[in-house]
């Protein structure tokens, strides 16, 4: 009986740190949740209800005003190519289809440069025994204390010199190679057992063909959460995009957003209308990614 009132006494114990632990973390979760679900139904509310004293929770009416303005305020073409002395310009469209494009377009372009590059060098670094990979390692780890800000008019210059300035590459450029995705890929690089890439080598394998075959599926989960950490940074680094691009075409999301504010005034309507377009492919590539981002998290706390 005293055993059988300890097994109750048990499960008691476990359903209530359970429900505890399911309390917590709802309210958490609704906390994160709350400024994307507030800024979503704001797209949607009249700039009364935007600027109202009591917070209005559900719009009472679900209205395209805010959307309207973004997109009818300003055009631009949807791409251009120079070829040469030859631009070919695509059609015009609303200035935020072409900054949201622009945006997409400098953040895909960064994730797989930067993926491809920390994957290459993590792979070096974890498994070729050089000259000088302690303290190339250490540079690196370095690096990443290192505030952007510091190297900023470096950056500047140098995107200036190459005639890349105003460019979208002027701020996909300086995030190749970006420091904490190849710290990141080569502590995976190196759960990779040794014994495999001498496999490789022992069959001949090339050092390209070791890396594609073998060891960059092995690390995939690390490059997926690796692609996701890029996207997100390159997305988010409104500083660098302010520095580098000017011209109305060539502007972020972001910047356009902010170029369309009054000096005086905000509208509200607006920023978040922007704001629930810039979030629809950040939320895409996080679930296209999530699996891997997961094991990316996980990798490593449970040895076996």
Known sequence: MTQ??????????????????????SIVAIAFAFPLYWIITGAFKTGA??????????????VMDNFNRLMSKRTAPLFELTLGKFVIAGPVVPAAIRWLVNTVFMSVSSMLLTCLTAAMAGYVLAKKNFWGRGIVFSLIVCAMALPKQVILIPLLREMSGLHLYDTMWAVIFPIVGWPFGVFLLKQFAEGIPTEMVEACRIDGASEWRTFTDVMFPMIKPGVGACAIFTFINSWNDYFMQLIMLTSNKNLTISLGIATMQAENSTDFGLLMAGSALAAVPII????????YFTKGITMGAVKG
């Open 4 to 25: 059988q009132n300890q097994i109750q006494k048990n499960a008691a114990k476990t359903k209530t740190y359970y429900i505890i632990s399911f309390v917590l973390v």
């Open 49 to 62: 209800e935007i600027n109202a004293t009591t917070p209005v929770w559900v719009p009472s009416e679900w």
């Open 284 to 291: 895409i590539v996080f679930l296209i990614f999530q699996k």
